[in-house]
């Protein structure tokens, strides 16, 4: 199969941006009287938009409305201050985009991350690259699994779902995919495990950012 576009994830896949989503996280909690967690819990939380974020690392007793929503609002007014801390593109993504704009095919990126700074994080960590369309979570569109961004991005660039190959690291990714009919492939270096991966349907595995290339000879 020829692909002509590659669909990423962000978190987990281009950036990782796990330290400070956590730290803002815990910051809130810690405010607020509630525990922290462990970073390594954090790359089960993330991955389904900042409100379930929220609702998962509180106490199961405090999950209600008067609670949730100020700790998001919080979370999300210090996450736009410290969201470029400890990020940064995973080894080996910059090399592969650079393959990718030489290669000339179109690349573009959907996730679950508000939209407002899915946006800063390209334009602070991956600005030297054109990317076609960057979706992050809005208001109108459902978040992923649902594909209705994924179908949006293939209508705007004009290319049938079945020639893009979709990058991402969690369920969720492989399920958005699946279900717009793109060509699924799990990311080891990101926040799921293997099993995961396998299991939600990748129909491959990679190690390394640049393995992507192997799938486009």
């Not at 002509?4 to 950036?15: R, S, V």
């Not at 990782?16 to 996280?25: F, L, P, R, S």
């Not at 990058?167 to 279900?179: H, V």
């Not at 060509?183 to 995961?196: C, I, M, T, Y």
Request: proline share 6%; with cysteine; charged share 30%.
């Amino acid at each position: 199969m020829t692909y002509k576009a590659i669909l990423f994830d962000l978190d987990g896949t281009l950036l990782d941006t796990i330290e400070d989503i956590g730290d803002a996280v815990n910051r809130i909690l810690e405010q607020n009287g509630f525990p922290a967690h462990n970073m390594d819990t954090y790359r089960r939380f993330v991955g389904d938009g900042a409100r379930n974020l929220i609702i998962r690392v509180l106490p199961e007793d405090k999950r209600i409305d008067t609670i949730i929503r100020p700790c998001l609002d919080a979370f999300l007014e210090d996450y736009g201050r410290n969201w470029n801390v400890k990020t940064a593109p995973y080894d080996g993504i910059p090399e592969l985009l650079d393959t990718l704009t030489a290669r000339r095919l179109k690349m573009a990126v959907l996730s679950n991350k508000p939209h407002e700074y899915t946006i800063k994080c390209m334009e602070g960590f991956l600005p030297d690259w054109r990317f076609d369309v960057v979706f992050g979570q809005r208001d109108d569109v459902p978040r992923k699994p649902d594909p209705a961004g994924a179908l949006e991005i293939a209508k705007q660039l004009n290319i049938p779902p079945s020639e893009f190959l979709y990058l991402g690291d969690t369920e969720i990714d492989l399920k958005t995919s699946i279900a717009a009919g793109m060509f699924p492939v799990g990311a080891l270096w990101g926040f799921r495990s293997a099993e995961e991966l396998r299991g939600s349907g990748a129909k491959v595995l990679i190690e390394k950012p640049l393995d992507v290339m192997n799938l486009l000879e």
